[in-house]
């Protein structure tokens, strides 16, 4: 699979659908299956508390693949992505009720690049505090 997008097409300020994404504790319990990561502070509320935290919070690792989702939605193609990077800067607290939390991340084209290449830069919130500082991708289009 290859992207479609064409570098001649986008322009710097070209935003990205935005997106939202649920997150619940069950979430954490999967992507802990999957990841190997079963550090209790995802899962147990009360180490979680012990440790000082609000409540269980979600992966970093989780919150940065769930934010670089508008890019790879955006292109087509996941391995459009060859650069990507983010500062961890608020935990997504996940409370254990029915609504969980919610990772809202928008995206828009920061600079176009040499080799047609561009530079997406993201923004994701949860709870209204920002979770991921100097979000950045680096995009391969066509």
């Known amino acids: 699979m290859a ?3 064409k570098y001649a097409e986008v322009e710097v300020g070209t935003e990205l659908p935005a997106q939202t994404f649920p997150v619940t504790r069950a979430t954490l319990v999967q992507y802990a ?10 899962w147990n509320e009360k180490f979680a508390k012990e440790v000082g935290l ?3 919070i979600a992966h970093g690792m989780f919150t940065m693949a769930e934010a670089v989702r508008v890019v790879t939605d955006w292109t087509g193609d996941p391995a459009a992505v060859v650069e990507y990077g983010v500062r961890f800067t608020k935990p997504v607290v996940v409370p ?6 919610e990772i809202a991340v928008s995206a828009k084209v920061a600079a176009k690049l040499d080799d047609n290449r561009v530079r997406v830069d993201l923004t994701a919130m949860s709870a209204g505090q920002k ?9 391969q289009l066509v």
């Open 131 to 139: 979770v991921l500082g100097m979000a950045r991708a680096v995009v």
């Open 3 to 5: 992207t479609t997008i």
């Open 33 to 42: 299956g999957a990841s190997g990561d079963f550090n209790p502070i995802h």
């Open 96 to 101: 254990n009720d029915d609504k969980g939390a």
């Open 54 to 56: 609000p409540d269980v």
